[in-house]
């Protein structure tokens, strides 16, 4: 009989990822999670066979939480709050730019990574006026969205994320 789990693998993962962002891919061995979790590093062993299978896993959790931030954003938010309250539910936990560099690697996850992109696109071209532009038009608001919070995370002041919005559409 399998002993439950006192420590999640969501719990792992946080933990993952919180060591991957602060201090990088080298930083995430057992030993150093299971500081962080409390967790035996055998037991970690058992659970994911390897440190790059651990991460990958955490990664893979954290883009799947990024796509249900977009599927509740999309329900949530009221069509006719536009594409700036979408935006601002959609920002979560984890920075799409950083978990993007994370996933650049491993071709699942940066499939995961691209998946995310178009749901996000749908969702700004919805709340779009319908055009033949709308696809495109949502392409380049993602990529100022993106850009902003990159920059804006380096200490830039950059620009007004609203009034690009208002001259691309």
Known sequence: MARTKLISDRDVFQQVLALLLQSGEKSVTFSAVSTATGLAPTTLVQRFSSCNAMISAAISQAWHDLD??????????????????LLKMLTGPVDAGALLTL???????????????????????????????????????????????????GGGKGFRLGDAIKRLV
Request: glycine share 8%; hydrophobic share 50%; net charge positive.
């Open 68 to 85: 249900a931030l977009v599927e509740a954003a999309s329900t949530d938010a009221a069509l006719n709050k536009g594409v700036p309250g």
């Open 103 to 153: 996933s650049l690697r491993d071709p699942a996850l940066l499939e995961q990574a691209k998946d995310w992109r178009g749901k996000v696109e749908q969702a700004i071209a919805a709340r779009l006026e319908v055009s033949a532009k709308a696809k495109d038009t949502a392409a380049l608001i993602f990529a100022a969205w993106q850009g902003r919070m990159l920059w804006g995370a």
